[in-house]
């Protein structure tokens, strides 16, 4: 950006120049050249000045630096579940919908009544973000407030994190809500951590998902409760989760669920799918 407006800046004076010469005659006295060459000298240091104000102004702080590539496995490992140190398999189930759409409420009964273990990527992150610090709080600080996709290494490491913690204590049923959002994030978690054994999508209109948001915005703190940064998860979500949910869907995986309803009636919907599928 610097050197963008340096180049403007560059261009601001040679224009000036170029209407200096313009302006000057081809004799006369020197007198009169002052005269011209003055006040648009002046012109053109505004017109720096201005530029270089507005470099100091117009930035938007950087973003902290940090490698997060630094932070997950190496992309040639295996899935540590199943593996010699952890043999029993589990059962991962995604749960993916829009900003809004009630996956939070839906796996906490879930959570209460089969002893699911629920695995928010976005309180995961959030915990990070507010842990005194932490370098790679403030990076998520960043993306989060931007209303962007924090890098998958940062999610993937917390995930699996977590994930063993819970297994150490016996778990072996995860709900992994709101992740994965981006067909990378997918791959790289079943080549890293482990295989989704479903994929819980909720659908919902996008205008009840905004008036849901706005209404806890309102009481939940949250710095991307707001009318823009939902507007660009929205956004986020269409373009880059979907395709996520295709590609499982391709494979057999997804249970969709309709959650314009009220919260019991789709709670209901979940519970018949997943004892079809046997994991309940």
């Known amino acids: 950006m610097f050197r963008a407006s340096l180049r403007t800046a560059r261009s601001s004076f040679k224009s000036t120049r170029l209407i200096r010469n313009y302006a000057s005659p081809s004799g006369g006295s020197s007198s009169n050249k002052n005269n011209h060459f003055l006040p648009l000298t002046i012109l053109g ?11 100091n102004h117009n930035s938007k702080p950087p973003v902290p630096s940090i490698d997060p590539t630094n932070l997950s496995p190496d992309s040639n490992s295996s899935p540590i579940f ?9 059962n991962v189930v995604f749960v993916l919908g829009g900003p809004g759409s009630g996956k939070g ?28 610090g932490s370098k790679v709080g403030e990076l998520i600080a960043h993306y989060i407030k931007e209303g962007l996709i924090v890098p998958q290494e940062i999610t993937i490491d917390l995930l699996k994190k977590a994930i063993e913690k819970n297994y150490e204590s016996g778990a072996r049923n995860f709900l992994v809500d709101g992740f994965p959002r981006k067909m990378d994030q997918a791959l790289s978690f079943e080549n890293k951590v482990s295989k989704g054994k479903l994929v819980l999508y ?15 915005g309102k009481t939940s703190g949250r710095a991307d409760d707001n009318l823009e940064s939902i507007r660009k998860r929205f956004k986020t979500f269409v373009e880059t989760s979907l395709p996520v949910v295709e590609y499982f869907d391709d494979e057999g995986k997804v249970i969709k669920i309709n959650c314009n309803e009220p919260v019991d009636q789709v709670y209901a919907h979940v519970v018949n799918q997943f004892k079809e599928r046997k994991i309940i």
């Open 202 to 216: 909720f659908e919902c209109p996008e205008e009840v998902m905004l008036q849901r948001l706005l209404a806890r």
């Open 105 to 132: 409420t839906q796996c906490s009964k879930l959570v209460k009544d089969y002893h699911f273990v629920h695995l928010s990527a976005g309180d995961l992150l959030r915990a990070e973000q507010n842990t005194p």
């Open 45 to 55: 240091l505004s017109a720096i000045g201005i530029t270089f104000y507005n470099i």
């Open 82 to 90: 199943p593996s010699k140190t952890h043999p029993d398999p589990i």
